[in-house]
């Protein structure tokens, strides 16, 4: 082994999270204190000695974003500057993916400033789950593992192979994770054709593939405002699906998402652990969680042993 020994960090995102997978790996939660300023500035100390050892930070870039990717950030400089041998920032949730590209003139494409952010701050190393796009893997010049949450949604699944499954993608751009799904679950694939007419407001246009009489199952990476999710449920009952269930990695679930989930029709909405819950989440029925901790653990385990990560990337 290459390193003294292996560390695992975290900011306020998500301390659960790195909890549980400091509780797969066997080892504790290293120390830490983040806390502000009185104007809004971050105070962070790294609280113990980190010379020559392999770190993993694990934060979720989630609400408020601008906030907890400011503590990775800082959080990576300490480290760093404290003598840390290798930094690896484990990202459950990358904040600005889904500006990936200039679709529209004298725009950012704010997820490459992200990228870049990281890199400067000291990131030798890049563990994600589930990129808004892949290609957001291109933006590092650092290795990256992606990863899928892929495994933990087929084995809750599982239970509903027959013929009456059909995948669903919620757009032209999820095509490629939702012919996933369906391979592991030996399902046909249907495609939802929409049109966004401005951010968090889409129009579905129509449904490509046969739902009349179907179990549905919509597969996306996230839910922000759910509003697009509920759209596609409505269409794909119009077309005569027997039910319509979905799952996401990340609950974004922002502004009135979780009211329209559960105004809504479908059967069952999955995500997975990578983002913390809203209080009102968490109390709706028709949202259930499931872990992505150990999936994320093992993969820890096999870059700090020097070990294939190939096997999980489902």
Do not use: W
């Not at 990717?69 to 990358?94: F, G, H, N």
């Not at 699906?241 to 909405?269: D, F, K, Q, Y």
């Amino acid at each position: 082994m290459r390193f003294n020994h292996l560390k695992i960090f975290t900011g306020t995102a998500h301390r659960a999270l790195a909890q549980e997978i400091c509780r797969e790996l066997g080892c504790h939660l290293s120390a830490a204190t983040v806390k502000p300023f009185s104007d809004g500035e971050i105070h962070l100390q790294i609280e113990e000695n980190v010379r020559g050892a392999d770190v993993f930070v694990v934060q979720p870039t989630c609400t408020p974003v601008d906030r907890h990717i400011m503590e990775v950030l800082l959080m990576m400089d300490a480290l760093k500057r404290a003598s840390a041998e290798r930094i690896t920032a484990v990202l459950p949730y990358y904040g600005y993916a889904r500006q990936d590209r200039k679709d529209r003139p004298r725009m950012p494409i704010s997820a490459r400033l992200v990228a870049s952010l990281l890199e400067r701050a000291g990131a030798d190393r890049i563990l994600a789950l589930d990129l808004h796009a892949a290609q957001i893997q291109g933006f590092f010049d650092v290795p990256v593992d992606h990863l899928f949450a892929t495994p933990v949604m087929i084995e809750y699944f599982a239970p509903l192979r027959g013929d009456t499954l059909i995948v669903v993608s919620p757009d032209a751009g999820g095509v490629e994770r939702a012919r996933a799904f369906a391979k592991r679950l030996a399902a046909p694939l249907a495609i939802i054709d929409k049109r966004r007419t401005e951010v968090n407001v889409a129009e579905v246009m129509h449904i490509i593939g046969e739902v009349d009489g179907k179990d549905c199952l919509i597969v996306d990476d996230m839910i922000d405002t759910a509003g697009t999710l509920v759209k596609a449920a409505e269409a794909l009952y119009k077309q005569g699906a027997r039910s319509v269930r979905a799952c996401a990695t990340h609950a974004v679930l922002s502004g009135p998402a979780v009211e329209r989930i559960s105004a809504s029709s479908l059967t069952e909405v999955i995500v997975t652990n990578s983002i913390p819950l809203r209080e009102e989440a968490a109390a709706c029925s028709k949202i259930r969680t499931l872990s992505v901790g150990p999936l994320l653990a093992q993969a820890i385990q096999s870059i700090h042993s020097d070990g294939s990560v190939s096997t999980l990337f489902v």
